[in-house]
């Protein structure tokens, strides 16, 4: 009787330990919100002085400073602890007990949608330019950049930080110098996927270029010069367990009231023209992962053109690519590009703006080509006042005319001008034959998904 209620206490004791252990994406939830991965660079008073250089005529802090400032740059409140700062700004403590700041993924990876914030929801407000600037200047460094980080707010040149820091490293992420030039291009503009997407997909990013199941390749930000080589490869099992957490993330639901026989209707325009590119929905979902050709998609080719074979053969001889053994090759290669990747949709309704570079404000308007705004802009907040349901993205004011160039960049990147490089909004022609019944019926489904 004393060994087999023995037994039964070990056994209860090992199913409590067990339970208690967290699983991977638990591991990787505590890791990406509870830490950075890019080192310190900036210091609390940057943060408090980065006013002294708006470019709106501010001549004093505002009263309201951290809600002036998100708004400014275009940051959002953090749902998770972070000392009070937006997402995206990170505090942690240097020599003595100096508080310091630095960035982390949040930055570009943390949005707002109906005023609430979201992990995993692409910034489509952030001016990253005019932020990194400022948080330099107010340092006492110079305030340049070393490229463009930022053509148009809401977007960021993503793919030339990738090509400028691998060119300062050899081939086992030690720092070298000088740096390679690896054809890096600075005018892609390019929008924030959502992560929630990930889980769906073989391939990632505007092009496919890259596989899903590499956790290595999300790594790449980490080429920080404040990081050795030997400190990248140690995340790597964090980063393994980060990929679990964005696996596991939800989009949000669409809050307003659904026009539940107009979104059948649409489910059946769906089915007939867009499922073969973006796959079905619903507890059997399909999804093609299909590479539309550059040529078929019309969309603006600058991302298209903007990765270097150059970078491609550099990239396939560094750990980057060495990440998993295989019978025949012991890599993850940069994929040549054939076209633009047509993305799962689920949680459309909060992503916008749409294409692979912000340049469509609505659905409606990825839906006909002819009403797109040619020049446009936005309040860049993202209440319930800055939506607008019916069309499914942003409320914008078109414009007659491009900013004048010697405008202060920070009112320029306001300005979404479609007839800049990177930045056209032609191609996806697709809903242009569907009757207007038909385009209002398409997006009561999509709000759906």
Not at 220 to 228: D, H, T
Not at 370 to 376: A, C, T, V
Request: proline share 7%; aromatic share 12%; net charge neutral.
């Amino acid at each position: 009787m004393f060994r087999t209620l023995a037994a039964m206490g070990l056994a209860l004791i090992g199913t409590t330990l067990l339970a208690a252990e967290p699983s991977a994406a638990e591991r990787g939830k505590k890791a990406l919100l509870g830490r950075h991965f890019t080192g310190a660079t900036y210091s609390s008073n940057g943060y408090r002085t980065a006013w002294r250089f708006w470019e709106d005529g501010t001549k004093k802090p505002p009263e309201r400073y951290d809600e002036a400032f998100m708004a400014y740059y275009g940051l959002h409140t953090s749902p998770y602890p972070n000392d009070g700062f937006p997402m995206g700004l990170r505090p942690t403590a240097g020599l003595f007990g100096r508080k310091l700041l630095t960035t982390d993924c949040m930055l570009c990876h943390g949005g707002s949608i109906m005023g609430e914030s979201h992990v995993g929801l692409g910034n489509a407000s952030l001016d990253i330019e005019t932020l990194f600037l400022d948080l330099a200047a107010a340092e006492g460094m110079p305030r340049r950049l070393p490229f463009t980080f930022s053509n148009v707010r809401g977007t960021s040149e993503a793919g030339a930080f990738s090509v400028y820091l691998l060119g300062m490293r050899d081939a086992e992420l030690n720092l070298r110098a000088p740096r390679l030039d690896l054809g890096l291009h600075d005018d892609m503009c390019e929008d924030v996927p959502a992560w929630w997407l990930l889980k769906k997909k073989k391939t990632m990013y505007f092009t496919g270029g890259a596989d899903a199941h590499s956790v290595r390749s999300l790594m790449q930000f980490m080429m920080s010069p404040i990081n050795s080589g030997e400190s990248i490869k140690r995340e790597e099992e964090t980063f393994r367990d980060i990929q679990a957490y964005l696996l596991s993330l939800q989009p949000p639901k669409y809050p307003f009231p659904i026009d539940q026989p107009l979104a059948d209707k649409g489910s059946k325009v769906f089915a007939q023209n867009c499922e073969k590119c973006h796959g079905t929905y619903g507890e059997k979902w399909t999804y093609p992962n299909r590479i539309v050709p550059i040529d078929e998609i019309g969309t603006d080719a600058k991302r298209f053109q903007g990765i270097s074979d150059s970078f491609g053969r550099y990239y396939a001889k560094s750990w980057f690519a060495k990440e998993e053994k295989g019978w025949f090759v012991d890599d993850f290669n940069v994929r040549p590009p054939v076209g633009y990747q047509a993305p799962p949709l689920d949680g459309i309704w909060a992503t916008a703006p749409y294409f692979h570079n912000g340049s469509a404000p609505t659905v409606a308007d990825v839906l006909n080509s002819k009403s797109r705004p040619k020049i446009f802009t936005r309040s860049y907040r993202t209440d319930k006042d800055a939506y607008d349901a019916a069309k499914v993205g942003w409320k914008v004011e078109v414009l007659d005319r491009a900013p004048d160039p010697r405008r202060p960049g920070h009112e320029r990147r306001k300005v979404y001008d479609t007839t800049q490089p990177g930045r056209s909004n032609g191609g996806h022609t697709y809903g242009d034959d569907l009757t207007e019944e038909q385009r209002r019926a398409v997006i009561e489904y999509l709000k759906t998904l």
